[in-house]
């Protein structure tokens, strides 16, 4: 099989997502112990006929960051 960067990235999203996943099914373990950051409030651009909102909040933590290097040995047993 060939391996590119979109299969790698892929499953670093998939071990994101399933990492978050086992910390939200675990909320009072130290798998889910982690920061969040972004912005705390949205900002909102309102110019009269269109109003546009802008957030982004990330949140990584200890399953999300086991997540990603699972999903990085996956990629490199390709």
Not at 17 to 30: K, M, Y
């Amino acid at each position: 099989m060939n391996k590119n960067n979109w299969t790698c990235f892929l499953l670093i999203l998939g071990g994101i997502v399933i990492g978050g996943f086992i910390g939200s099914l675990f909320p009072d373990t130290w798998v889910n112990y982690g920061q969040t950051f972004g912005l705390v409030e949205p900002v909102i651009l309102d110019i009269g006929i269109l109003a546009v909102t802008f957030g982004l909040t990330i949140k990584v933590t200890i399953a999300s960051i086991i997540g990603i290097a699972v999903g990085i040995i996956i990629y490199r047993f390709i």
